[in-house]
């Protein structure tokens, strides 16, 4: 058999060697592991989502989940950048304005509504529901590049001279994000009341955070 009894699209096609095409079947395995946890955790809660629970969707032995994420953290990693990647989305589709005061606004706005429409994502990444979960430096990254919208914003603001010169920009992404988790988790908390009273307060809180942090919102 000569080159040219090849099909082209078989001589074309780059082969892959015996390790190569293991790791991409690992690599597509997780994907569909995670996939599985995913949709546990919107369905059932954070709770809901067990090695032993998750193995079951999937319709495999719980082994095959240790040997791919050695435990029930390994894959709360994988889901905690989920999360950061759909809080990403929902920042990234804020309507941008060149009213800082109004841009913060609505950035604020937004995360509310990322705790109402993903709430079990959110309970995962900054309500402490896996109680021996910790977000590893990669996870940690995933959740700046979140907050990058935020965190332009606020660069922007302090370039103009409506934030104090006094606060560096980390600071007060921190003491804006730190103020609306507070409202947040005392509402799924059950200390806010219905959902229509808790975003009232939340509305509040953002107002006067913006207003103190920007010398003249209005503008």
């Known amino acids: 058999m000569t080159d040219q009894d090849i099909p082209s699209n078989v001589s074309t096609r780059m ?30 809660g954070p709770e809901a989502v067990t090695v032993r629970k998750v193995s079951q969707k999937m319709g495999c032995s719980t082994k095959i989940i240790y040997s791919l994420f050695v435990n029930k953290e390994g894959l709360a990693q994988h889901l905690y950048q989920d999360g950061c990647k759909l809080l990403a989305n929902e920042l990234e589709g804020t309507p941008q304005t060149a009213n800082p005061a109004q841009h913060l606004l609505s950035i604020g706005e937004t995360f509310w509504q990322f705790g109402q429409r993903y709430s079990s994502y959110y309970k995962l990444m900054f309500g402490g529901a896996f109680a ?28 103009q001279g409506l934030i104090s010169a006094q606060y560096d920009t980390e600071s007060v992404v921190r003491i804006f994000w730190a103020s609306l988790h507070g409202v947040i988790h005392l509402y799924m908390g059950g200390h806010l009341g219905d959902v229509q009273s808790a975003h009232a307060v939340y509305r ?11 010398s003249d919102p209005s503008t």
């Not at 990669?138 to 965190?151: K, P």
């Not at 509040?204 to 920007?214: F, H, K, N």
């Open 15 to 44: 082969l892959k060697t015996y390790q190569e095409a293991r790791l991409q079947n690992t690599e597509n395995l997780r994907k569909l592991v995670v996939d599985a946890a995913a949709r546990l955790l919107q369905e059932e």
């Open 132 to 159: 021996n979960f910790k977000p590893d430096e990669e996870s940690m990254h995933g959740t700046v590049t979140a907050m990058r919208q935020l965190l332009t914003v606020i660069s922007h603001a302090q370039e």
């Open 204 to 214: 509040q809180t953002l107002s006067l955070i913006v207003s103190s942090l920007l």
